[in-house]
Nanobody, 128 residues
Framework: QLQLVESGGGLVQPGGSLRLSCATS????????IAWFRQAAGREREGVSC????????AYAESVNGRFTVSRDNAKKTVYLQMNRLKSEDTSIYYC?????????????????????WGQGTQVTVSS
């Protein structure tokens, strides 16, 4: 059974940093892209970033580009989201999600695709 577990959320002051982790388990062999989404209270879910199975391709929402960095360690089966220069508008529940690609190309990801497997989320609050 595929599982994703997020950790690393918390309270941070504006301008600060946090690193989120997404630990995965139960993945069989295959081509999986991983993405980070967030949803603030009263707002629609937003795609934040994604990373291909190989780690060579990443993508970011315009709102976080240049401040957030996604990476993955396939040996540890973990994906990370380094968030720097945080703003109050980054306050949200952050989710990681996985998508198994039918393509054998390991360099594909999209934050606009449909993801099939989701974690439970971790709260990030940016406030002074």
């Amino acid at each position: 059974q595929l599982q994703l577990v997020e950790s690393g959320g918390g309270l941070v002051q504006p301008g600060g940093s946090l690193r989120l982790s997404c630990a995965t388990s139960g993945f069989t062999s295959g081509n999986y892209a991983i993405a980070w989404f967030r949803q603030a209270a009263g707002r629609e879910r937003e795609g934040v970033s994604c990373i291909s199975h190989s780690g060579r391709t990443t993508a970011y929402a315009e709102s976080v580009n240049g401040r957030f960095t996604v990476s993955r360690d396939n040996a540890k089966k973990t994906v990370y989201l380094q968030m720097n220069r945080l703003k109050s508008e980054d306050t949200s529940i952050y989710y990681c999600a996985a998508r198994r690609l039918l393509s054998s190309n390991p360099n594909l990801c999209s934050i606009n695709a449909v993801y099939d497997y989701w974690g439970q989320g971790t709260q990030v609050t940016v406030s002074s």
